[in-house]
């Protein structure tokens, strides 16, 4: 796992990259199909647009999330989507804001999968506690990893 500091004290970013060995399209159904996200994802479960239909910049997304000891629903809103290319989405909880993005970057025959997350507005005490939670789980890394196996599981188009 990467991680980038920033002049930016109170803002935390967290980021990973990892190669699969399958064009970028391939990777990207598993996104566009949100129903597969608990295929992959080490902490999405019932993940779903909010009213049905497809994704899209200002879509809601639910997302049931699966912190082990403590299961949240939380509500965010896709910021960015370009096909094959990028999907970011954004949460306000509890006074700060979380965005979430995996990029896909066609190279060498495959796909480079960047997963970055920057947050901002946390108190100094919750961001070393943030900051700690991702060193121990590598959660950045591991839903490359998932996305990784399910991908290359797939026979090639």
């Not at 930016?8 to 970013?13: E, N």
């Not at 949240?72 to 949460?91: D, G, H, K």
């Not at 943030?130 to 789980?137: D, G, H, L, N």
């Amino acid at each position: 796992m990467h991680r980038r500091g920033s002049g930016d004290r109170s803002r935390l970013r967290v980021s990973a990259g990892l190669y699969i060995d399958r064009p970028p399209g391939d990777i990207w159904r598993l996104f566009a199909d949100v129903d597969r996200w608990t295929e992959w994802s080490p902490l999405c479960r019932n993940c779903r647009p909010a009213g049905g239909g497809e994704l899209a910049v200002g879509t809601d997304l639910v997302m049931r999330l699966d912190f082990r000891l403590l299961v949240v629903e939380a509500r965010t809103r896709i910021t960015r989507l370009v096909p094959c290319r990028r999907i970011q989405w954004q949460a306000e909880v509890l006074g700060a804001s979380f965005v979430h993005g995996y990029g896909l970057r066609p190279f060498e025959g495959g796909t480079l999968l960047t997963n970055r997350e920057v947050i901002t507005g946390l108190k100094p005490a919750a961001r070393f506690l943030v900051r700690r939670w991702f060193r121990a789980t590598n959660l950045s890394f591991e839903s490359l990893v998932g996305i990784k196996r399910v991908a290359e599981a797939i026979p090639p188009s």
